[in-house]
């Protein structure tokens, strides 16, 4: 039960540091956006790049933020019914409905690799500016993103099979992670 502990917790260490990581992107994406701004409005010479530049910054911010938004369960979740069941009900449900999210996850993951690996072995090139950067940078971190999630949805569904089979998480609170939802 301790290596498990260790490890659910190792994962929410991770999904908290690349999230913390992650989220400096923004002001990345704000200096990219106000020197395009100045360049075209005050200097009248737009960027090629600015564009394509920020899209793919948006993007990976968005796919990698996604680890840590999970890791705090804050997607959407419809819980008509769910808030109506007990702490070890809830975490029955959650085994059953986490067990096939990392079962789509992980054939996600698996497409996701081919996807990008395709993409290096090509040379993928973008076609939308003059500018033309690689493709293969960006489209690498679509399963590096899905392989962070997918480590994460792993560690919940640690969390809620000893929750519903009434398995002491004493030892996992101990050491700093939630067993609460």
Same mark, same amino acid.
């Given at each position: 039960?301790?290596?498990?502990?260790?490890?659910?917790?190792?994962?929410?260490?991770?999904?908290?540091?690349?999230?913390?990581?992650?989220?400096?992107?923004?002001?990345?994406?704000?200096?990219?956006?106000?020197?395009?701004?100045?360049?075209?409005?005050?200097?009248?010479?737009?960027?090629?790049?600015?564009?394509?530049?920020?899209?793919?910054?948006?993007?990976?911010?968005?796919?990698?933020?996604?680890?840590?938004?999970?890791?705090?369960?804050?997607?959407?979740?419809?819980?008509?019914?769910?808030?109506?069941?007990?702490?070890?009900?809830?975490?029955?449900?959650?085994?059953?409905? @986490?067990?096939?999210?990392?079962?789509?996850?992980?054939?996600?993951?698996?497409?996701?690799?081919?996807?990008?690996?395709?993409?290096?072995?090509?040379?993928?090139?973008?076609?939308?500016?003059?500018?033309?950067?690689?493709?293969?940078?960006?489209?690498?971190?679509?399963?590096?993103?899905?392989?962070?999630?997918?480590?994460?949805?792993?560690?919940?569904?640690?969390?809620?099979?000893?929750?519903?089979?009434?398995?002491?998480?004493?030892?996992?609170?101990?050491? @700093?992670?939630?067993?609460?939802?």
């Amino acid at each position: 039960m301790l290596s498990v502990c260790h490890l659910v917790s190792w994962v929410d260490r991770l999904s908290e540091t690349v999230g913390k990581a992650i989220s400096w992107m923004c002001l990345a994406i704000i200096a990219v956006m106000l020197y395009e701004i100045a360049a075209r409005y005050f200097f009248n010479s737009p960027t090629s790049w600015a564009h394509e530049v920020t899209t793919m910054l948006y993007g990976t911010f968005c796919i990698i933020a996604g680890t840590y938004t999970h890791r705090y369960q804050g997607h959407v979740r419809s819980e008509a019914l769910y808030h109506l069941f007990s702490r070890r009900g809830k975490a029955i449900v959650d085994t059953l409905t @986490g067990s096939l999210v990392l079962f789509v996850l992980i054939v996600f993951f698996v497409a996701s690799v081919d996807f990008a690996w395709d993409s290096w072995q090509r040379n993928e090139m973008s076609s939308r500016s003059t500018w033309a950067p690689p493709l293969y940078p960006f489209k690498t971190v679509l399963p590096v993103a899905v392989g962070l999630i997918t480590l994460q949805s792993a560690a919940h569904l640690l969390r809620d099979i000893c929750v519903a089979f009434n398995v002491s998480c004493d030892a996992c609170a101990d050491r @700093g992670v939630e067993t609460e939802h």
